[in-house]
């Protein structure tokens, strides 16, 4: 079973900056997060593996950063310039064994 704590969400004006955080609870490939925006389906923000490639959404390329500490096993979410259509509830994933682990979710709200 996979433990996925994420932090960092929270309410910003557009043009501003947040970082989200996951550790999971044991070394996992590959991490990344999603997002679902109210009335939306859950869609790819960015992945991650271990060994650093990475896959970015078109709408967060140039803005978003996900790096990885492997030592911690945590995955981080470097969000800039952010705009009022990144709100969404933002959840963390691990694949592992052939399976989707995915976080509780963290609120990113962009608002002025």
């Known amino acids: 079973q996979v433990q996925l704590v994420e932090s960092g969400g929270g309410l910003v004006q557009p043009g501003g900056s947040l970082r989200l955080s996951c550790a999971a609870s044991i070394f996992i490939w590959t991490m990344g997060w999603y997002r679902q925006a109210p009335g939306k389906q859950r869609e790819l923000v960015a992945t991650r593996t271990s060994g650093g490639r990475t896959n970015y959404a078109d709408s967060v390329k140039g803005r978003f950063t996900i790096s990885r500490d492997n030592a911690k096993n945590t995955v981080y979410l470097q969000m800039n310039s952010l705009k009022p259509e990144d709100t969404a509830v933002y959840h963390c994933?691990?694949?592992?064994?052939?399976?989707?682990?995915w976080g509780q979710g963290t609120q990113v709200t962009v608002s002025s």
């Open positions: 994933l691990a694949q592992y064994g052939g399976l989707d682990y």
